[in-house]
């Protein structure tokens, strides 16, 4: 009788026991299951999986296939193939696994893009060239084929063969996809982390080169005009999960909203095989918290609907394509977005594209201010990826050297930096507001958190309006259920709002001039004390009525109960990664963002972002804050 184990993992069913490929075991879980299958070694299934493809498809020519056939007769006009590169990854869902995004495999074991997604995405791309009066009316149908009116159907007169991999398609397929919204921007509790938001795996290629054909019976054809229509539906992304990045060819031929040069370090992320890559997905993922922060302040129980429709989403029964897809190039064509080092050094325009339709046209200079403002806002308060709460510490902290922490990122081009002092970071933040409440007041959602002003000396908010402002037309509002004020929701940790959020700053001379960046690692109350070199865990006590260094001593201010400042190290204020070894403490997310925001001349903005509701650390900080002169409420 023929064992179980030995059948291939592709032919096994997605269940517990045989194959989980989206799952990510363990070490102690995979020991388990490699005893259990008399494995040598334990591995996740999917990287089992991706070797055992690997091994058994060959990339020999298959001559049923013409795309396959190097040596194509030149003179078969009708018949016509040509090669785009995919800048980061591409995926198009086999849907023959449950629950695992990976490629569709064909005949010859090639991943392959199939004629009838082709034929789609170039009739998308077709109406819209038409609609844009760039080609004739018709051309679609006669491309593509219709519908007549009597019900019968007209062919086109192309035919679609798809597109396949060529060169070396066989690296780095193993992908990753982490879903955090709750825990990072709604979860109250941030020690257990909520269901569903666990890390699993997905199979997809890695900036791929690969060959599209097209063919007619047709002599006389515009091949020209055929291909840049094609090259519009590249620029619209093709496959699955266009949305964050993948599926883009390395030429934008989108509809560009809104693009900047940035540059940025940081750590990088970990895929399954422990591989260092930089993922441009972290662009959307930062302006999607951002903008779920800011629309949940304005009206939390529309939010996730307001941010679905920007950036598309999967809740049961809400599943929405999002209007907006983004893409990251980089300038060094050189530097390959997987490494071996830990951390990346990138340089690069950011890019968003609309990829919905926008119905009324009237709304797009809202939805390109919305876009500018959130990045703005993401670039002035922390950054992007991994660590993105904190500054760098290889640059503002060089002495700590146990682990890579922090990001740190800066407009390529200075012009597009319009934070210059900390008043400027004020209007920033109320601009990014304003653009949020004008793009919910034109969608027909309801604002039901006012915007106010607070003064940057005085935390009373200002309920003063302008009465020369000229006032939005507002549309009928969606419809909202009604909230019964004794079962409300509970308010998420971090929405942006009055109540629930304040932002401090200081004017920092220099990259060894942070404050901030040493509390975060110093268990002692007082002022900035420095930890040892490499070991900061172990400091020397020192008495409790230590006197505050000269750098924050301001002998004009009275002595009083918050002249000495209050530890903030491994509370839930700053969070923690769990570390036995200092305390059993699990891993959690604290409440507060630090920046050190460039500057000209070497200076930096050193911005603290505090969510203190319900936090006791978070309150005594902010009272000492107030204290200290060289301290002010930027919001």
């Known amino acids: ?100 995004i990976r490629p569709l495999i064909a005949a010859s074991g090639l991943p392959f893009y199939p004629g009838s997604s082709m034929k789609g995405a170039f009739r998308e791309a077709c109406q819209r060239e038409e609609k844009a ?27 679609f063969h798809g597109g396949y991999p060529v060169d070396k398609w066989q690296e780095n397929l193993l ?95 970990k895929l399954i095989n422990k591989k260092s890559e930089f993922r441009p997905n972290i662009f959307r993922a930062a302006l999607r918290g951002h903008a779920l922060r800011i629309f949940g302040g304005l009206n939390q129980k529309q939010a996730e ?50 990829l919905g339709k926008l119905e009324n046209s009237e709304h797009r200079p809202y939805l390109q201010k919305l876009l500018e403002k959130l990045t703005q806002f993401a670039m002035l308060l922390g950054g992007f990826g991994k660590s993105w709460r904190r500054a760098d510490h290889r640059i503002f902290y060089p002495a700590y050297t146990k682990h890579i922490i922090g990001c740190h990122w800066d407009w390529a081009d200075n012009n597009w930096n319009s934070v210059i002092s900390l008043n400027d970071a004020k209007t920033l933040i109320e601009e990014t507001l304003k653009a949020a409440k004008k793009w919910m007041l034109k969608r027909g959602f309801e604002v039901k958190q006012p915007i106010t002003t607070k003064s940057l000396t005085t935390t009373t908010p200002s309920s003063q309006t302008n009465p020369n402002q000229p006032q939005l037309n507002r549309p009928m509002p969606r419809p909202a259920p009604k909230q019964n004020q004794a079962t409300q929701e509970t308010q998420w940790r971090e929405a942006w709002h009055q109540e629930n959020v304040q932002v401090w700053g200081r004017i920092a001379k220099n990259t060894g001039d942070s404050k901030v960046i040493h509390w975060l690692h110093s268990s002692r109350q007082g002022g900035n004390q420095q930890p ?81 509701k319900g936090c006791t650390e978070a309150e005594l900080l902010i009272k000492w804050l107030s204290s200290q002169a060289e301290w002010k409420q930027v919001w």
């Open 1 to 100: 009788m023929p064992d179980k184990n030995d059948v291939p993992l592709m032919y096994r069913a997605q269940i517990e026991g045989r194959s989980q490929l989206h799952r990510i075991y363990k070490p102690r879980d995979l020991e388990e299951i490699a005893k259990e299958e008399g494995l040598k070694t334990a591995e996740q299934y999917s990287v089992r999986w991706v070797n055992q493809w690997l091994e058994v498809q060959s990339g020999i020519e298959n001559p049923r296939n013409p795309l396959l056939n190097e040596n194509l007769p030149e003179e078969r006009s009708q018949f016509q193939v040509n090669i785009y590169k995919i800048s980061w990854r591409f995926v198009t869902n086999g849907g023959k696994d449950d629950g695992v």
């Open 532 to 612: 040892e070199k490499g070991n900061y865990h172990n400091q020397q006590k020192k008495a409790q009525n230590q006197s505050l260094p000269s750098a924050v001593q301001r002998p004009t201010k009275p002595t009083n109960a918050f002249s000495s400042r209050p530890s903030i190290y491994r509370t839930s204020l700053t969070g923690r990664l769990k570390d036995t070894r200092k305390s059993p403490d699990p891993t959690q997310i604290g409440r507060l963002w630090h920046r050190m925001y460039p500057l000209k001349n070497d200076q930096y903005l050193e911005l603290i972002t505090i969510f203190p």
């Open 175 to 269: 992908d990753i996809v982490h879903p955090q919204q709750k825990w990072q921007v709604q979860a109250i509790d941030t020690i257990n982390r909520p269901k569903n938001e666990s890390a699993f795996t997905l199979i997809s290629l890695y900036k791929p080169n690969i060959k599209f054909g097209i063919s007619s019976e047709l002599k006389e054809i515009n091949w020209n005009e055929i291909w840049n229509i094609w090259e519009k539906a590249l620029g619209f992304g093709i496959g699955c999960r266009v949305s964050c990045g993948y599926g883009l060819a390395d030429k934008i031929t989108g509809d560009v909203l809104y693009q900047v040069k940035l540059h940025g370090i940081g750590a990088s992320s």
């Open 133 to 159: 009066g760039r080609i004739p009316q018709g051309t679609c149908d006669r491309y593509c084929g219709a519908k007549l009116k009597d019900g019968d159907s007209q062919p086109g007169i192309l035919r």
């Open 305 to 354: 609907d307001i941010v679905d429709e920007l950036f598309g989403g999967i809740r049961s029964g809400k599943e929405e394509v999002g209007l907006l897809g983004m893409a990251f190039h980089q300038d060094s064509l050189g530097l390959d977005f997987v490494n071996q080092s830990d951390v990346y050094d990138v340089s690069g325009n950011l890019i968003w594209l609309l």
